[in-house]
C-alpha cells in the first residue's frame, strides 16, 4: 500500500520543489529575457488560431443551445447575456486553457524531456545555468503573461458567434444583442475571468514543464511525459475551476 | 604501482547512491592524481556515468564524500558547485549539445555562461574558433548540431569541453557507436587535449583499446605528432591506472601490467577485446 502511494507523493513533492523555485526564479537573476519573448510568441500567436475557432463555435453553439431553451419561458432575448456571463466566467478561461494545455504543456513536456534524455539539462548545469531559470521561469512568466490574453479574444470571438447566430436564426437586432451582452458583464465576472486563467497558467507551464525535466527512459519516456503532461494539467484545471468558481459564488 | 605522487584531483571516498532502493554506486573509493590518466572500463549500466554526474555535482550521493581539487563537494549548495564545475570539462555520453543552438554558440556556451569565466562575446570568438580548429571543424561555426554526423557531433562536444582550458577533463563513452577510424580521431584528440596541458583526464569507455592508446602513446607538441610514449624519460609523469566498475562497484583498480595479469572473468572479458 505505501509502496503504491511512494511514487505519485514523490512526483507532488517534486512538482511543488519546482513550482517554488519557479516562482521564486521569476523575482531573481539572472533573467532570459529572450527566451521569455520567444515563448511568447509560441505560446501566444501560435495558440491563437485554434483559441479563436473554439471560442467562435462554442459561443454559436451556446447561442443555439440557449434559445432553444430560453424560447420555453419566452426569454430569447436573454440569449446575448446568457452566452455572454458563461463566456466570461466559464467557457472561455476553461476552453482557453484547455487548449493551450493541450498543445503547450505537452509541448514543454516533449522538449525538456528531449533535452532531459540527451543530457542537454545536465550540461546546463554543467556549464554554468540553472535549468529552472533558463527553461521554467521564461514558459511560466510567458504563460501568465499570454492566457489571459487568449482568454479575452476567446471570450470575444464567442460573443461575435453568439451573435452571429442570435442575427441570423433569432432576428436579434445587432444593437439589442451587444447592448444587452455588455451590460451583463460585472466587475466581478470580469475578475473572475481574468484570476482564472492566470492561475491555470501556473498549471499549464508548471505541469509541463515538471513532466518534461522528469523524463526518464529515452524516447519512449519522452512520449509517456507529454500524454501525462496533458492529462494532468487538464485534470487539474477543472478542479482548480471548481475551487476558484466556489469562492466566487456564494450559494 | 598507483601514483603515490601529485595532488589528490578528484576523490571518492566510500560514496553510495541508490535510485528507488536499486544501488547506482555502492561504497565507492578512488583517488585521481593531477596529471594522471584514469581509464573507467564496465558493462552498461555498472554505473559509470552516475560517477561522472556525482563528480560535476549534477547527483548527490547517498552516503560517502566526494572531493574535487581537494575540496569537499558533498554538501555545497549549487551556487557553489558552478564554482567547481567552471574548472571541470565534460563530455557526455549523450553529446549534450544545445540542439536550439549553432555550434559556434554550443562551444561558447561555458566561456559566455560561467561565472568564473564569464568573458564578452568578442573575446570569446577567436577562443571559440581555436578550439573548433583543435578539433578541425573550424567551417561549422554556423551550422545547428543536427546537421552534423554522430563522430563530427561528439569533437564539437570535445571542443565545448575543452575551450575554458579546465585542469580536469571528464569524457562519457567518447567512442561508444563510432567506426574504428572515427573512433581512433577521438581518442587523438582526447590525448592531443591531454598533453598540450597536461590535463587531468577521465576516459569511461567500454572498448579497452582506447585505454591502451591513452597509455601507449602521447602527442609531441613540438612535432605535432603521436607518438610512443616513452615513459622511463619523465618517471615523474603519473601512470595511466584503470579502474573497472561492475554494478555500482569498482572491481579493478591498476595499472596496464596488472590489468592484463588479472584473471578475474569480468575484467578478464574487457581486456581481451
Ligand atoms: N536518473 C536515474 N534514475 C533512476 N535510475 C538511474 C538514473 N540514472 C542511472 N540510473 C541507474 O543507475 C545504474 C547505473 O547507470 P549508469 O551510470 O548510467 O550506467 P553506465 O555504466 O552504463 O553509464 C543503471 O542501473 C541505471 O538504470
Ligand atoms: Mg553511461
Not at chain 1, 178 to 202: T, V
Not at chain 2, 146 to 175: H, N
Amino acid at each position: 500500500m505505501l509502496d503504491i502511494l511512494k511514487a505519485p507523493i514523490l512526483s507532488v513533492q517534486e512538482f511543488l520543489i519546482l513550482s517554488a523555485k519557479a516562482i521564486l526564479g521569476v523575482f531573481r537573476r539572472p533573467r532570459y529575457h529572450n527566451d521569455t519573448f520567444l515563448q511568447m510568441d509560441v505560446i501566444g500567436f501560435g495558440s491563437l488560431p485554434i483559441v479563436i475557432l473554439t471560442g467562435f463555435f462554442s459561443g454559436a453553439v451556446m447561442a443555439l443551445q440557449m434559445s432553444k431553451a430560453l424560447s420555453q419561458y419566452g426569454a430569447v432575448g436573454k440569449t446575448g447575456e446568457l452566452v455572454t456571463i458563461s463566456l466570461v466566467r466559464e467557457l472561455g478561461p476553461v476552453l482557453t486553457s484547455l487548449m493551450v494545455a493541450g498543445r503547450n504543456s505537452s509541448g514543454m513536456a516533449s522538449e525538456l524531456g528531449s533535452m532531459k534524455v540527451t543530457e542537454q539539462i545536465d550540461a546546463m548545469r554543467a556549464l554554468g545555468t540553472d535549468p529552472v531559470q533558463k527553461l521554467v521561469v521564461p514558459r511560466l512568466i510567458a504563460t501568465c503573461f499570454v492566457l489571459p490574453l487568449l482568454t479575452v479574444v476567446a471570450d470575444f470571438l464567442g460573443m461575435l458567434g453568439g451573435f452571429v447566430i442570435a442575427y441570423t436564426l433569432l432576428q436579434m437586432s445587432p444593437d439589442f444583442y451587444w447592448n444587452s451582452a455588455w451590460q451583463s458583464i460585472g466587475y466581478n465576472d470580469m475578475f473572475q475571468g481574468l484570476i482564472k486563467p492566470f492561475a491555470f497558467a501556473f498549471i499549464v507551464a508548471l505541469v509541463g514543464c515538471h513532466y518534461g525535466i522528469r523524463t526518464a527512459g529515452g524516447t519512449q519516456g519522452v512520449g509517456r511525459s507529454t500524454t501525462r503532461a496533458v492529462v494532468v494539467a487538464s485534470v487539474w484545471i477543472f478542479i482548480l475551476d471548481f475551487f476558484i468558481t466556489r469562492f466566487f459564488v456564494n450559494v | 604501482m598507483l601514483p603515490g605522487a601529485g595532488r589528490s584531483v578528484l576523490r571518492f571516498e566510500n560514496v553510495s547512491l541508490a535510485f528507488d532502493e536499486t544501488p547506482a554506486l555502492a561504497g565507492v573509493s578512488f583517488d585521481v592524481r593531477e596529471g594522471e590518466t584514469r581509464i573507467l572500463l564496465g558493462s552498461a549500466g555498472s554505473g559509470k556515468t552516475v560517477l561522472l554526474k556525482m563528480a560535476l555535482g549534477l547527483l548527490r550521493p547517498d552516503s560517502g564524500r566526494v572531493f574535487v581539487f581537494g575540496e569537499d563537494i558533498t554538501g555545497l549548495p549549487e551556487a557553489r558547485l558552478f564554482d567547481i564545475r567552471a574548472r571541470i570539462g565534460i563530455l557526455f555520453q549523450e553529446g549534450g549539445l544545445f540542439d536550439s543552438l549553432t555550434i559556434e554558440e554550443n562551444v561558447a556556451y561555458p566561456l559566455l555562461n560561467q561565472r568564473l569565466l564569464r568573458i564578452p562575446v568578442s573575446e570569446a570568438a577567436p577562443r571559440v574558433e581555436e578550439a573548433l580548429r583543435f578539433v578541425e571543424l573550424e567551417h561549422t561555426l554556423e551550422k545547428l548540431p543536427s546537421e552534423l554526423s554522430g563522430g563530427m557531433r561528439r569533437r564539437v562536444g570535445i571542443a565545448r569541453a575543452v575551450v575554458s582550458r579546465p585542469p580536469l577533463v571528464l569524457y562519457d563513452s567518447p567512442t561508444a557507436g563510432l567506426d574504428p577510424i572515427t573512433a581512433h580521431t577521438i581518442v587523438s584528440l582526447i590525448m592531443k587535449a591531454r598533453d598540450l596541458e597536461n590535463t587531468t583526464t577521465l576516459i569511461v569507455t567500454h572498448r579497452y583499446q582506447d585505454g591502451t592508446w591513452m597509455h601507449d602513446f602521447r602527442y609531441n607538441p613540438k612535432s605535432g605528432q603521436l607518438e610512443a610514449d616513452r615513459r622511463e624519460l619523465r618517471p615523474e609523469k603519473p601512470a595511466t591506472v584503470f579502474s573497472v566498475m561492475r554494478e555500482g562497484r569498482v572491481v579493478f583498480e591498476g595499472g596496464r601490467a596488472e590489468i592484463e595479469a588479472c584473471t578475474d572473468p569480468y575484467v578478464a572479458k574487457f581486456v581481451k577485446h
